[in-house]
């Protein structure tokens, strides 16, 4: 406690007393973000993951002054900015410092020619997607916490968003980025707009959880806004007709903005619908006139002959009006007992349906209702979506069974050979899993923690670091 005495005075010190926050209710937030688990141990009262101080740091020479006070003081540093993330990322798991990037908010230059956008690392995505479709251009980033997520927070969990079929992910978006090393040191990464200059060094921060060094500012492509969308409802036959059209239509080399399998068990929610009894999909084309119309067309081919059909586009017009609304989720972990879990993960063709079932027969007997959809659609596999519903007696008994949900889904995936996750990221949950996961490719990870961060400052505890 002394040696964290020391290094309070010393920030104090170093930046205005404002920003360095000591208060208990400061603190308590700093021990949680989304993730269900740590809602539900929000309400017992249990803040395991306290930050010893917060510091709100505006500009990157007060986030290198953090740094060297922090390793002068062999203390770790765990950045965060609007903690949308939904498995732990931002929690500290060791104490010291929480490095609150929410007010680096100043930066905001686009470039209508080299079609970019660069802002500072917090700045809020829905606010930036809405001053660009003000003046005609889109991100074509668009995930569910669009209004709840940082720039900065994108680039480190490697996030993607519901038009990836058609934008790509994150990774994809990115032309350049700045950093703060944990040495202080700052970096700029970029493709101008490719580079052969070795390695794509880009990639390197791209998803690391802040476990590498603190991004400052992105570099985003733009997009105008499309002149055309075209939407449909399609009922399918199975689930396995479903995966049998993303596939082929993929092999096609079509490119749906829009593209989303349900299940039957999702598609009475997506549909607004209890009746419905088949799976669903959802279809979007965009562009130019004649090639989103074009697009549907091609793709209308390949749902009949897999025995899909139309049912008109109410469906998901509903659904595109609704798609950020997260209060199903939220609503049920607000009430005592209440436990809902999203878990997304990724698999090749050949393995997603034998996933599909393995988890549904695994965590049916879990939950009250086990939701499925597939997004987020590549030539060599899909991602899948497990949502989880359910009530217990107490909340106690909820955040047990939420830790049963996890051990069972990420054995399952362990033993299918899949992806354990396809962009929520690792975090707390999946950090124990993070070794096996990667195989051999941990030891690179590890020696570039070791090259990078010799102190071990960065955001301990995550990507089994």
């Not at 993303?246 to 749906?256: H, I, N, S, V, W």
């Not at 059909?309 to 997260?326: I, Q």
Request: hydrophobic share 40%.
């Amino acid at each position: 406690m002394s040696d964290i005495s020391h290094l309070i005075a010393a920030l104090k010190a170093a930046l205005p007393e404002s920003q360095v926050l000591t208060d208990r209710d400061t603190l308590r937030d700093s021990s949680h973000d989304t993730w269900p688990l740590s809602t539900k141990l929000r309400r017992l009262g249990c803040h395991d993951y306290q930050a010893d101080v917060v510091v709100k740091v505006t500009e990157e020479q007060q986030i290198q002054q953090v740094l060297a006070l922090a390793t002068a003081h062999d203390v770790p540093v765990t950045p965060r900015a609007l903690a949308s993330s939904v498995t732990g990322q931002p929690l500290p798991t060791r104490g010291g410092i929480v490095l609150d990037l929410t007010a680096m908010t100043q930066y905001r230059d686009i470039n209508t020619t080299n079609l970019t956008v660069e802002v500072s690392a917090g700045y809020n995505g829905g606010q930036l997607e809405d001053e660009l479709q003000q003046m005609g251009w889109t991100l074509g980033h668009s995930p569910q916490s669009l209004y709840q997520s940082s720039v900065g927070g994108w680039l480190s969990t490697l996030a993607t968003g519901q038009f990836s079929s058609y934008y790509g992910g994150i990774e994809d978006l990115i032309t350049a980025y700045t950093a703060i090393l944990a040495t202080g040191e700052k970096i700029r990464l970029k493709a101008s707009p490719r580079a052969a200059m070795g390695p794509d060094l880009r990639q390197l921060f791209i998803g690391a959880e802040g476990t590498l060094g603190i991004v400052t500012s992105v570099q985003l492509k733009i997009f105008p806004l499309p002149q055309t969308r075209l939407f449909d409802s399609l009922e399918l036959p199975s689930v396995e007709a479903g995966l049998a059209i993303m596939r082929e239509q993929a092999m096609a080399g079509l490119r749906p903005f829009l593209l989303r399998l349900y299940d039957a068990n999702e598609a009475r929610h997506a549909m607004l619908n209890p009746q419905q009894e088949r799976p669903v999909m959802f279809l979007g084309t965009q562009g130019v006139d004649a090639v989103a119309r074009a697009e549907m067309d091609a793709f209308m081919a390949i749902v009949h002959r897999h025995g899909g059909k139309s049912v008109g586009s109410e469906g998901v017009l509903k659904w595109m009006d609704r798609r950020f609304d997260f209060s199903t989720v939220e609503n049920l972990l607000d009430s005592p007992g209440g436990f809902a879990e999203t878990i997304e993960i990724a698999h090749t063709w050949d393995g997603i349906a034998g996933l599909y079932h393995a988890l549904h027969n695994a965590l049916t007997p879990l939950a009250g209702e086990v939701l499925s959809h597939f997004s987020h659609v590549y030539p060599q596999g899909t991602s899948m979506y497990m949502i989880l519903l359910g009530r217990e007696a107490t909340d106690a008994e909820a955040v047990e069974k939420l830790r049963t949900i996890w051990r069972e889904t990420m054995r399952i995936c362990l033993e299918h050979n899949a992806e354990l996750s396809h962009h929520h990221g690792g975090g707390l949950v999946r950090s124990p899993y993070a070794r096996q996961s990667l195989g051999s490719a941990h030891l690179l990870l590890r020696r570039l923690k070791q090259a990078l961060d010799p102190n071990g400052v960065l955001n301990p505890g995550k990507l089994g670091l």
